[in-house]
T-cell receptor
Framework: NAGVTQTPKFQVLKTGQSMTLQCAQDMNHNSMYWYRQDPGMGLRLIYYSASEGTTDKGEVPNGYNVSRLNKREFSLRLESAAPSQTSVYFC???????????FGPGTRLTVL | AQSVSQHNHHVILSEAASLELGCNYSYGGTVNLFWYVQYPGQHLQLLLKYFSGDPLVKGIKGFEAEFIKSKFSFNLRKPSVQWSDTAEYFCAVGDTPDSWGKLQFGSGTQVVVTP
């Protein structure tokens, strides 16, 4: 039982490049989330998926898109990376709104 | 919109000292409350949570938190810290119902425990 896994662990991009961050969970959770963590700002929700087939914007969605590929997988795409998107990205999942969120190990992204 | 305040950004204390971290939130309705910890280089882990019932909640590693509804607070405490408690601590709040599990996080408190 791996929990929540994320790939890659580290990534360096140039401004304007695109990439997809992958997240998968093996806990049969319904809901999945993408957060970014910046120093002094805690974690901010980018997008979430309450259940398979649905996605919705969080607090800071601009510059990102998501896909809930199936119940296990939830990807985050940067179409045209900007230096302001340099951050650590965490994926999380939960079985429902009354349950704990479980976090992945994070992806450290640097945009030059 | 919900906001979460953690008043201490950095705390430095010696081993065996007591720790208390403050957390206040703005929403006056029903909330779910969490404290997460992030050890250096690791991902977030749940320390404890409050959904309902006894407002004094015990978590892992000797941590506890008290929910005071009238003060919109959920402060974290540990009577005697260890060097291994060096980490960043995040308070998080989920509005209910229909919040779909979305959490609002505080900005975090970096705790350094010196030997």
């Amino acid at each position: 039982n791996a929990g929540v896994t994320q790939t890659p662990k580290f990534q360096v991009l140039k401004t304007g490049q695109s990439m997809t961050l992958q997240c998968a969970q093996d806990m049969n959770h319904n809901s999945m989330y993408w957060y970014r963590q910046d120093p002094g700002m805690g974690l901010r929700l980018i997008y979430y998926s309450a259940s398979e087939g649905t996605t919705d914007k969080g607090e800071v969605p601009n510059g990102y898109n998501v896909s809930r590929l199936n119940k296990r997988e939830f990807s985050l795409r940067l179409e045209s990376a900007a230096p302001s998107q340099t951050s650590v990205y965490f994926c999380a999942s939960t079985s429902g709104p009354e349950d704990t969120q479980y976090f992945g190990p994070g992806t450290r992204l640097t945009v030059l | 919109a919900q906001s979460v305040s953690q008043h201490n950004h950095h705390v430095i204390l010696s081993e065996a000292a007591s720790l208390e971290l403050g957390c206040n939130y703005s929403y006056g309705g029903t909330v779910n409350l969490f404290w997460y910890v992030q050890y250096p280089g690791q991902h977030l882990q749940l320390l404890l949570k409050y959904f309902s019932g006894d407002p004094l909640v015990k978590g892992i590693k000797g941590f506890e938190a008290e929910f005071i509804k009238s003060k919109f607070s959920f402060n974290l405490r540990k009577p005697s810290v260890q060097w291994s408690d060096t980490a960043e601590y995040f308070c998080a709040v989920g509005d209910t119902p229909d919040s779909w599990g979305k959490l609002q996080f505080g900005s975090g408190t970096q705790v350094v425990v010196t030997p």
